[in-house]
């Protein structure tokens, strides 16, 4: 199965950024452990992180034609308000999980409610970055 994994902003800061809401294990730490559980199922596995919106969607829109047949996403802030990434995601017919490292659902109230997550098969948050792992199961029940 060829996945794409894709993190939006601050994501690259894991390990710097929050370590008591998003744990102390870096972002080289995050992509090691993704590519390792895509080689043991055969998977290919690319990861793509940006923190701009712009990125993001052209990055979504290759998917449409360069034979992703699953994504993994993790907006980061654009979960809640980026109706533009939502209508990328919309666009792409292959099975999609969001994934948040924290519980968003136990944060600010803003960080409730995601705008993404309707258009993706599901969502998996608070596991930390076990929930990324988890993610690659489910795409293969997906399919």
Do not use: W
């Not at 994504?71 to 308000?81: D, F, L, S, V």
């Not at 136990?106 to 076990?130: M, N, W, Y």
Request: overall charge negative; charged content about 20%; proline content about 3%.
């Amino acid at each position: 199965m060829k996945i794409l994994v894709i993190n939006g902003p601050n994501l690259n800061f894991l390990g710097i950024r929050e370590p008591a809401q998003y744990g102390t294990e870096n972002y080289a730490s995050l992509c090691e452990k993704l590519q390792k559980a895509a080689a043991k199922k055969g998977d290919e596995l690319s990861v793509f992180q940006n923190n701009s919106e712009g990125a993001i969607i052209d990055r979504l829109q290759e998917a449409y034609s360069d034979g992703t047949e699953g994504i993994i996403i993790n907006p980061g802030a654009y979960t809640h308000y980026s109706y533009a990434i939502r209508d990328a995601l919309a666009s792409i017919t292959v099975p999609k999980i969001e994934v948040h490292i924290s519980n968003i659902h136990k944060r600010e109230e803003f960080r409730h409610t995601s705008v993404t997550a309707p258009v993706c098969d599901g969502q998996i948050v608070g596991l930390g970055i076990k929930g990324y792992l988890l993610a690659i199961e489910a795409l293969h029940m997906e399919k």
